[in-house]
């Protein structure tokens, strides 16, 4: 079972910036997990205390494709290393309305990107605070 590891959560002011880790452990029943990763559409998803997980940014295999919520665009950022097996999520200019939970995803198939129910593997989550 492939499992997701984040990491680079914590806490930032107004304006600062933090960096989010992703990446597989574990094994799946057929393919090599660096393969695996290769092929997976990875996305970042967050969830803030008393509102529904929210959509954040999404990536496609080799970096092709990328998604945002509108609220983020043009101050987040996210990108894959296939190398090393891992997804990141660049975060400047934050605000306090950043403040939440996030969560890394994966999903073999996904047609919608934005769409949670699609991904078939979740990170544990981590805490991102930002004060003003």
């Known amino acids: 079972q492939v499992q997701l590891v984040e990491g680079g959560g914590g806490s930032a002011q107004t304006g600062g910036s933090l960096r989010l880790s992703c990446a597989p452990s574990?094994?799946?029943?057929?393919?090599?997990?660096p393969d695996w990763f290769r092929q997976a559409v990875m996305a970042w998803f967050r969830q803030a205390p008393g509102?529904?997980?929210?959509?954040?940014?999404?990536?496609?295999?080799?970096?092709?494709?990328?998604e945002y919520v509108d609220s983020v665009k043009g101050r987040f950022t996210i990108s894959r290393d296939n190398a090393k097996n891992t997804m990141y999520l660049e975060m400047d200019s934050l605000k306090p309305e950043d403040t939440a939970v996030y969560y890394c995803?994966?999903?073999?198939?996904?047609?919608?990107?934005?769409?949670?129910?699609?991904?078939?593997?979740w990170g544990q989550g981590t805490q991102v605070t930002v004060s003003s």
């Open positions: 995803a994966a999903g073999s198939v996904v047609y919608d990107t934005r769409g949670a129910a699609q991904y078939k593997y």
């Open positions: 574990g094994r799946t029943s057929t393919v090599y997990v």
């Open positions: 509102k529904e997980r929210e959509f954040v940014a999404s990536i496609r295999r080799s970096a092709g494709s990328r």
